[in-house]
């Protein structure tokens, strides 16, 4: 089942952020993940949050995300990641089937 990262930036050094997009990309591939949106490309609908960029990036499950985040070459970008602005990352688990099974109903609430 896939597994699907949120992550969230609030960038405040834009020169630091690029240095960490430019390095983190290609690891992200390298361990099976694909961007299924493009940063900057989002609107605020509801909050108090206003993130600077914001994506989503879909992993083959859990297990491939977490062997990413907690490898021994991304632990050097996390400093980096921190150091350009605040964030937020979240990792959660996709639903068996896909989007099509994920309807009102399944036991789910609404967000």
Request: glycine residues 10%.
């Amino acid at each position: 089942m896939p597994a699907y990262l949120v992550a969230e930036h609030l960038i405040a050094d834009a020169e630091r952020f690029e240095a960490y997009r430019r390095k983190v990309a290609p690891m992200i591939e390298r361990y099976g993940g694909r961007y299924l949106t493009r940063g900057g490309s989002h609107r605020v609908l509801d909050g108090a949050w206003h993130p600077t960029r914001a994506v989503i990036i879909e992993f083959p499950d859990m297990a491939a995300l977490m062997r990413w985040y907690e490898s021994p070459e991304y632990q050097p970008l996390i400093a980096l990641r921190r150091g350009a602005g605040t964030d937020v990352l979240l990792a959660i688990d996709g639903v068996p089937g896909g989007a099509a099974a994920a309807t009102a109903g399944e036991g789910e609430t609404a967000s």
